[in-house]
C-alpha cells in the first residue's frame, strides 16, 4: 500500500527511520503506555483520518523494519466502526504476522479461599502484550476490589498485586484451580449484588460467567 499525500496530523512527521511518527510506532510495539496512547489518539479522529492513520502506519512500519500487524492490533481492539475495523484486519492480513505471535501463556496467582482471598489473572494477547484481571474478596461484601490493565507488558503484570489488600499472600496456581475457587466467588457475588464488574465479561469464557446486562464498572 502506497503513501498518501495527504497524511492526518497524528502522523505528519516525517516518514522514515528517523521521523517521529516512524519511532512512536516502534515504541507502540514495545511499550502499552505508547500502544494506549496512539489508541486513544486514532479513536478522536474521525473516519476519513482513521483509513489514513492505517495506510500511514503499514507504510512507514515497512521503512521502520518492524511489524505493521503488531501496531494495528492495538487500533482493532478500540474501531466500533465495522467498515474500518475490516480495513484494520485486511491490512493486517497483508502485513503478516511478525509481531503477534506469542510464546506466553495464560498465568494465575491466587491468595486466600473462597471467603477471604484474591485472583490475578494473566492472559497473553499480542508479542509481549498482556491483559490482567485482579480481584479480591471476602465473605461480608463479596467483590471489594476489581481492577483490570487492558494492555501490559508481561514483565510488569504481578505489579497489579501491589494494588490488592496487603494481607493477601498470593503464589502462582494452576490455571483449573484458580478458575474454580474465582468462579464460586463471582457466582455468588452475583447472587448478592444482581451485578459483575464490566471487566470480567472479558474473562467469561474462562471463568464460566454468562455476560450480564447491566454491569458495573472496574476500579
Avoid at 79 to 102: C, K, P, Q, Y
Wanted: with cysteine.
Amino acid at each position: 500500500m502506497s503513501d498518501r499525500s495527504i497524511r492526518p496530523p497524528l502522523a505528519k512527521t516525517a516518514a522514515g527511520p528517523a521521523g517521529a511518527f516512524g519511532a512512536l510506532l516502534c515504541s507502540a510495539v514495545e511499550d502499552p503506555a505508547t500502544a494506549r496512547g496512539l489508541a486513544f489518539a486514532y479513536t478522536a479522529l474521525d473516519t476519513c483520518h482513521r483509513l489514513a492513520i492505517i495506510d500511514a502506519i503499514v507504510s512507514d512500519a515497512v521503512r521502520e523494519g518492524i511489524g505493521a500487524s503488531a501496531v494495528l492490533a492495538s487500533l482493532l481492539t478500540v474501531e466500533e466502526d465495522a467498515e474500518v475495523a475490516r480495513r484494520i484486519a485486511d491490512a493486517m492480513s497483508h502485513a503478516g504476522e511478525e509481531g503477534l505471535n506469542t510464546a506466553l501463556r495464560t498465568q494465575t496467582w491466587l491468595a486466600g479461599d473462597e471467603n477471604d482471598g484474591g485472583v490475578v489473572v494473566v492472559r497473553p494477547l499480542h508479542g509481549a502484550f498482556v491483559e490482567v484481571l485482579a480481584l479480591a474478596w471476602n465473605a461480608h461484601r463479596g467483590l471489594t476490589h476489581s481492577l483490570f490493565e487492558p494492555l501490559a507488558r508481561h514483565e510488569s503484570s504481578p505489579s497489579q498485586l501491589a494494588s490488592l489488600p496487603a494481607h493477601l499472600a498470593f503464589e502462582e496456581m494452576p490455571i483449573g484451580f484458580a478458575v474454580d475457587i474465582t468462579t464460586s466467588v463471582l457466582w455468588n457475588h452475583r447472587r448478592k449484588s444482581g451485578e459483575l464488574p464490566a471487566c470480567i465479561e472479558r474473562f467469561a469464557d474462562l471463568l464460566w460467567i454468562e455476560r450480564t446486562d447491566s454491569p458495573s464498572g472496574c476500579r
